[in-house]
């Protein structure tokens, strides 16, 4: 019952525009939030369905249910795996089953469909969220992708070896994975492929987090030992990311201005064996960038709250469309003001500013602007193998999204401060990779024999994998139970 009041209460604050129905689930503390955001989505994606079906039987009055708990409730029952509540509820709801499957059958028959997902309207036939691939990320502070292979196989997964195209990632079945072709400590399963209760989730030696959402931490790319300041970092995946890349040295900064948003970070992070981390609740954009404290920041990764509109169940908010602009306006000006300020911490060098929206407004408009304002910061241009590009004329920047890339919708771009009077030159020689570009000048302070200072010339191509395969021979643990 607690799930179905929960669900309901979720849909109603959503429709009041209190919030993303991710934020509200995740804040909702409720025992099971997989389940909970499931059924909410699922739910929201049948709305016309489910509603056409409960006023024509009306449900309403027979069981003096309120809208959105008669929703959740005739999904369960008619589409999702069956009510998951006993006692009275059940009663009542087993009483209408016939009538409501026989409006469900009529409205299938209307349409000459059988399935009920061909009852949805083609934009909510899109790719759905269990559809996309499952990405695991191995947690390099805890394991490392070799054993994690090697756990995994001796469980009776079936190890394909590293994809080399896109379809790779779309062809897997049962219990088969590859290594993702883009994104180094990244295995992907087929979808809806669940780790949740897995050991090696619960234990921390992976991490479920979209491919997409992985790659701000890997563009920022931190040195091993450097100061990184993480601005919205809550609930944390982008963070325990960067802490992996830095190898627990150096420190980083992380904020948030959501306590309970916070507290779960601080979780997840002691279940990722994150180290380096200062937390703080506050608002980054009072948080001081002259202050001493920050006064060897390097790095900066912002993720700022957007509309959540790349998340494949968020795609369609229901807003009318004015309402979707004003909303839409405000989040891109709370999106330029923190880019702005990020950029005003004297010794930054490389920002990575990403958001899980689709909208122009939110990305590219945003970046934009603030280069516009900041002649001192200029665009890396990214990975160009990657399959989706930034909006012209910003296609330095990467999206990525379920058709094109099979993740979620995302935007991400890499700033860097440019060398003063270096502009001409620096066009000529910059990487093409999203690797950190040479006008970062700084001696590794650290005793990690694979960290070569970061010298005026391009970093020879292959850098990068060296150091990561170096980190991956260090003595990293087994698996606790291996
Ligand atoms: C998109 S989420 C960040 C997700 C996070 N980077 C991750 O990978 O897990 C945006 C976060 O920004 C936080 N936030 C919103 N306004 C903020 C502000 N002014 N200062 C700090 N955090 C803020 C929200 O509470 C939310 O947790």
Redesign the pocket.
Known sequence: MALYLKAAEILDRVERKEGAVK?LVYDSKFQNIKQLFALVCETQKFNVVLQDIIITTKLLKDTKLKMNLAKVLVYDLLIGQGLKCGGSWKTMMMKHRSRLQAELARMKVKKKVSRNVDLLSSSSQQIEGNQLPRYVRVNTLKTTVEDVIDYLKREGFLYQGQASRLEDLNNLSGKTFVSDLHLPDLLVFPPKMDFHTHFLYQAGHIIL?DKA?CL?AYLLNPRVGAQVL??????????S?LAAIMHNKGKLFA????AK??ST?STLLLRAGVTCQQLAN??????DPKSPEYSNVEYI?L????S?SGMVCLRDSGAEPQEESGRLQALAA?QLR?LNHALLFPHLQRLVY???SIHTQENEEVVSACLQQNKEFRLVPLKPEWPERGLPPLSQCLRASPERTLTHGFFVAVLERQAVGDEDERTQTLPQTGERSPVITHVDETDQPTQMPISTKTKPANSKTKRRRNRKKKNKPKPESD
């Not at 993480?230 to 963070?239: H, I, L, R, S």
């Not at 506050?282 to 948080?287: E, H, I, S, T």
């Open positions: 934020t987090q959402s701000p993480d601005a919205c970092a809550a609930p944390g995946n982008k963070t990311h904020f948030d201005l959501d948003r916070l970070m506050q608002d980054f954009l009072k948080v990764l993720d700022p709250s957007c959540g709370f923190c990403s958001t899980c």
